[in-house]
Every structure is written in structure tokens, then in C-alpha cells.
């Protein structure tokens, strides 16, 4: 399970991680605290799922969300810097998406989605559309978040 090797990740190397989750609405805290011991290395999640809770729980600028959406590079990136200042974190992961049905433009499809991961040493925000239904697409992202985060430490 992808959840139990972050953990064990981030076990060995003493990091605590904290998230912070928009589309995904709380699957990436709920995937990380099914593992038993997860709160040796688990300090929080932020679900900020409206843009007032990203501006004032985790600091997103409200230049960013104006210049370049709700759901963008910028805004993931300031989604994941806030929730590891927020909680003291070594690392963070962040998302924000569109999971759909509805709400999608040519430019902002339903499926897109902003992963950001912020490790000590690096900082990262990673693109992708999922074409599957409204829960697929948020199951897939937690996990896609996830693995990333895991391939990320594993560099």
C-alpha cells in the first residue's frame, strides 16, 4: 500500500508530514491515518476546499487565485508552503482540481488537477487530467499524490 511506504519513508528519516487538500476533500489524511503508527509522522490535513479557507488557513495569496485560478501551478504551490508553515512539517503535499462533473473549461478541464509537494530539498507541483467520474478522479489524484510524494523522497 502506497500509504504504508510514505510512512515508512518518512519513518526513516525522522519527517513529519502535514497536507493540505482541496479536490481531494480529506482522502489523502484519510489514506495516511489508515496506516497503524501514522501519527508518528502525520501532523494534520487542511481541507480547504472555498478559496477563502485557502487564503486565510494556508496563505494563498489572493493576487494568485485572481491572476491564475483556484486551480493552478501557483496556487498548489502556495497551498503546500502554507500547510507545512501551518503545522512545522518537514514535508507537505497539496491539491487542488477540478474532479467534475461540471465546472470545466477548455483551458481548465474536469479532471485537471495541480498536485504540490515540498520536501526540505525540493519543491514540486505536478500536472495531470484524469478522465474518470467525480469519486475516481478524486481516489485517483489521493493516490497519484501519494506516489508522488514517495517517488519524490526516494530521489
Same mark, same amino acid.
Given at each position: 500500500m502506497i500509504a504504508q511506504i510514505?510512512?515508512?519513508s518518512l519513518m526513516k528519516r525522522g519527517w513529519k508530514i502535514a497536507v493540505a487538500e482541496s479536490c481531494t476533500g480529506g482522502l489523502i489524511g484519510h489514506l495516511i491515518t489508515n496506516v497503524p503508527g501514522s501519527s508518528r509522522y502525520f501532523l494534520g490535513d487542511v481541507v480547504a476546499?472555498?478559496? @477563502?479557507a485557502k487564503l486565510t488557513l494556508l496563505g494563498v495569496k489572493e493576487i494568485t487565485i485572481h491572476k491564475y485560478g483556484a486551480v493552478s501551478r501557483e496556487c498548489a504551490e502556495e497551498m503546500v508552503k502554507g500547510v507545512v508553515k501551518l503545522?512545522?512539517?518537514n514535508v507537505g503535499i497539496s491539491t487542488t482540481g477540478i474532479a467534475g462533473p461540471g465546472d470545466g473549461t477548455s483551458e481548465k478541464p474536469v479532471g485537471l488537477a495541480y498536485i504540490g509537494l515540498l520536501t526540505p530539498k525540493k519543491m514540486v507541483v505536478n500536472r495531470y487530467i484524469f478522465k474518470e467520474k467525480r @469519486? @475516481?478522479?478524486?481516489e485517483k489524484i489521493a493516490l497519484k499524490a501519494l506516489e508522488d510524494m514517495v517517488n519524490l523522497l526516494e530521489k
Open positions: 510514505l510512512g515508512d476546499y472555498s478559496n @477563502e503545522f512545522k512539517a @469519486e @475516481e478522479t478524486k
